[in-house]
């Protein structure tokens, strides 16, 4: 790959930075990469092995002279990082993120941007259950999807850097509004996953013989909600705060689905129950069809 | 492994029946190995793959001699199953079965057994979200709990026999009271498929434009549930009108919870959603020390 940039700072070097980094640095798509990153111990581990040219803690001399700066914190920081980031942003410089919701983004950071800086929000579609620098490998877009959803009027030169640069990292990139972003994420991520914290604190609520049962057996299912449940909370916490709306209308859908179930196990509906069951395996061969599965 | 029975059935040769016809096979623990199965393509598969010796529809011709009669058909069948079985079990045979609800079986197929008829119930906490007799592989229970539920006073010997053949299947062996069974996958295994069965049914109710995109952006949390949600419809339909009053208690605990999430996302209570988030990730540790993950 042809450099990108000049110099780039991956402002919080988690589990997502940290393997953008990676993948920044075994192209070399930039010539300079700099983590902007509050706590003492990431910045260390990041220069150790070597996922970054240089680790700071101080927003001036990281922002200084970036073209690229990648907001890879959870999404409530961006208000007061932005604050802190925009005297600092040279005339020019793209500004983009790596966060799960996209109007909030619009909302806290796009206002506070200086005039002649480019702003183009992205959401890369993958990650695991694991957080912190040392979680990070270049690997984990290869094959997935990044939404970029620019607001209208954004100049293309930095739309197509955007582009290039998660190309570079092995994603298909799809450019969409943000607020049709958050509902279709609303379906896809948040959903299952506040359905899968919940179902993990039900059990944690259980007496302590069952839930030593429940550890025991939890390969016939609970096993698979475990591994989302056991993602990121702060990150998580910021992303349920950030699009209420959209997550608590497709909630509204998910329990009025899940009550009428409920009543056809009452009163022993098996025809609903067998209905439903066969139309819910339609759509995992659509997913195994896509290459997803 | 030595012998244990001179003659074994398997009623009904699906993903589950197959798969401990293969190990019975693979180990020589029985002289002779037949399935009864209703549906003649499936008896075909069978006998094609060599799973089993002999596949027959004539319940007679099956069970006559039988020294091990497990029933591997949907829990909904087993009691006009066994009124047909039942005449012709010799003295001193062992029933068992694979369902996953135990109360029911009691219920269902214990009462029609004749004196001199020993039965084990059971359930191996295991499968795959793949159906039908091609899906079967002896490997299936390697490493996973087998639960055995024989009423008290149930014949020492016959335990032990079932006891063996799990253990030969790769499993480990547990001995519990049914109604705690029932109570323990209501939360590790029916509650999860319910939920996923939920979820999924309620993508497959979206527009059909929103519809593509959750299969295209799935692998962000979505997919995971999809896959429990493709599990065999009918299987499911009975094992949810066969523990209804355990099912019931543990989805209205869930559904609290889910409340009073919804309620901390709607007035922005940031604290309440990161302490639940913190919690559940302890859960997922202990599983991965359980060695379950």
Chains 1, 2 share one sequence.
């Not at 914190?73 to 980031?85: H, M, S």
């Not at 702060?234 to 705060?241: A, H, K, Q, S, T």
Request: glycine share 8%; aromatic share 6%.
């Amino acid at each position: 790959m042809a450099k990108l940039f000049d110099k780039v700072v991956i402002v919080g070097i988690g589990h997502i930075g940290a393997s953008l980094a990676r993948v920044i640095k075994r192209d070399g798509l930039a010539d300079r990469l700099v983590t902007l990153e509050s706590n003492p111990e990431h910045r260390a581990v990041a220069v150790e092995l070597g996922i970054v040219d240089a680790a700071t803690g101080i927003v001036a001399d990281a922002i200084q002279d970036a073209d690229l700066v990648v907001l890879a914190t959870p999404v409530g920081t961006f208000a007061d990082l932005t604050a802190e980031i925009a005297p600092h942003l040279k005339n020019g410089a793209i500004v983009s993120d790596v966060g799960s919701v996209k109007m909030a983004v619009l909302r806290d950071v796009g206002p506070l941007l200086p005039a002649g800086v480019h702003f183009v929000p992205g959401h890369p579609i993958a990650g695991t259950e694991h957080s912190g620098p040392t979680a990070g490998f270049p690997e984990l877009f290869q094959g997935r999807w990044c939404i970029l959803t620019p607001p209208a009027g954004t100049d293309e030169g930095a739309i197509k850097k955007m582009v290039a640069l998660w190309e570079a990292a092995g994603s298909t990139v799809e450019i969409m509004e943000a607020s049709y972003h958050d509902q279709v994420l609303a379906i896809t991520s948040h959903l299952p996953h506040l359905i899968a914290y919940t179902i993990v604190g039900t059990a944690t609520d259980l007496e302590t013989s069952l839930q030593q049962e429940v550890v025991k057996f939890s390969a016939s299912g609970f096993r698979d909600f475990t591994r989302i449940a056991a993602s990121d909370p702060v990150m998580w916490r910021d992303i349920f705060l950030n699009n209420r709306e959209a997550v608590l209308e497709v909630l509204q859908r998910f329990t009025e689905d899940l009550t009428a179930l409920q009543r056809a196990i009452r009163w022993g509906e098996g025809d609903k129950l067998e209905e439903l069951f066969s139309r819910t395996r339609a759509i995992r061969r659509s997913i195994i069809d896509a290459r997803q599965a």
